[in-house]
């Protein structure tokens, strides 16, 4: 059970090293405070919330694979390598399509709710 709590202890960890060494993974956090923040204004339903939930954790989980990715291949090859190089891209490709998917989302979520709001202003 103690191990099991100190898995928790560990997650968090990464978690707090992220948020204070990337940049982009704060930005990540941001964008998903006013995805929160416009699904709480705008009154989503239930299976919205659950897209934008899951939209929230994909982007997250990507940047921080992207970021764990990133840490391994620096101290792996230092030194410029194609490999290496490739490796970085790949990861960098997947944190794109993840926020891609959620920009998609969002905009399908968000976007009839404001222009109905428009219309009514
Ligand atoms: N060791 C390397 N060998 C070959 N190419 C590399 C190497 N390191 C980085 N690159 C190339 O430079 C790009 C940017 O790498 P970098 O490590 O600066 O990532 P980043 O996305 O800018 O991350 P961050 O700014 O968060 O450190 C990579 O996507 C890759 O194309």
Redesign the pocket.
């Known amino acids: 059970m103690k191990k099991f709590i100190r898995g928790f202890g560990y997650a968090f960890n990464g978690l707090a090293h992220a948020a204070k060494t ?3 993974f704060r930005v990540h956090l941001v964008a998903a405070l006013v995805a929160v923040y416009a699904g709480y204004a705008l009154h989503i339903a239930t299976g919205e919330w659950l897209w934008i939930g899951f939209c929230i954790a994909l982007v997250l989980m990507a940047e921080l694979l ?2 764990a990715l ?1 840490f391994l ?2 101290l792996v ?6 490999t ?3 490796v ?2 790949m ?2 490709a997947a944190v794109l399509v993840a926020a891609l998917f959620a920009l998609l989302t969002g905009a399908v979520i968000f976007v009839p709710k404001i222009m109905l709001l428009i219309h009514a202003a």
């Not at 090859?77 to 194609?82: G, L, R, V």
């Open positions: 990337q940049l982009n992207n970021t990133e291949t620096n090859s230092p030194e410029w390598n194609k290496a190089g490739h970085k891209d990861g960098a």
